[in-house]
């Protein structure tokens, strides 16, 4: 099993270019998770799905839309990139327990 | 401000020596999460202390939860050079998909 995975690794954006990070699944988790990791400021929840089809902001969701169209997919897309949103993004599933099971990440610069 | 705040930010030691971190909060947490992550990665659950006053060990890593559920310590005996990483605490807020991390402890311990 590959756990959670996220693509791409790295991505270079100029100011108001837009992209889709996506993140994939296969341990059949219902809810999945997107956060954004800044030094000194720890995760923060962006995003999050509790089941296909569902979708519910968290912390900071300003700037994000995500989508679920299959279980095992959760996409995070940024429509018009701010450098504000230079950050290091991870995906994370869960079986509704207290474990989230985290993908390597994402890094994002935006120019 | 942090909703937890994590203590030191960075603590560099030798190999051997003893160490403990913090985290704290003013809220009341029905319960808390230690991650441990490596450079490159996502975080990884240590443990999850659920009962005020808990203490759990793992190997050489002793968690404590605080008997008002608003803070926890995590306490290792003879550090290793593969303690080395990034220590976070995470609570839930109001349920366990609001996740809320600390900043973090960036642990370093010299050979």
């Known amino acids: 099993n590959a756990g959670v995975t996220q693509t791409p690794k790295f991505r270079v954006l100029k100011t108001g270019q837009s992209m889709t990070l996506l993140c994939a699944q296969d341990m059949n988790h219902e809810y999945m998770y997107w956060y954004r990791q800044d030094p000194g400021m720890g995760l923060r929840l962006i995003h999050y799905?509790?089941?296909?089809?569902?979708?519910a902001k968290g912390e900071v969701p300003d700037g994000y839309n995500v989508s679920r169209l299959k279980k095992q997919n959760f996409l995070l897309g940024l429509e018009s990139a701010a450098p504000s949103q230079t950050s290091v993004y991870f995906c994370?599933?869960?079986?509704?327990?207290?474990?989230?099971?985290f993908g390597p990440g994402t890094r994002l610069t935006v120019l | 401000t942090q909703l937890l705040e994590q203590s030191p930010q960075f603590l560099s030691i030798q190999e051997g020596e003893n160490l403990t971190v913090y985290c704290n909060s003013s809220?009341?947490?029905?319960?808390l999460q230690w991650y441990r992550q490596e450079p490159g990665e996502g975080p990884v659950l240590l443990v999850t202390?659920?009962?005020?006053?808990e203490v759990k060990k793992l190997k050489r890593l002793t968690f404590q939860f605080g008997d008002a559920r608003k803070d926890s310590s995590l306490h290792i005996t003879a550090a290793q050079p593969g303690d080395t990483g990034l220590y976070l605490c995470a609570g839930p807020l109001y349920n366990n998909n609001d996740m809320r991390f600390g900043a973090g402890t960036r642990l370093t311990v010299k050979p």
């Open positions: 202390v659920v009962t005020g006053g």
């Open positions: 994370a599933s869960s079986s509704g327990g207290n474990e989230q099971f």
């Open positions: 809220s009341v947490f029905s319960s």
């Open positions: 799905s509790v089941g296909e089809g569902t979708t």
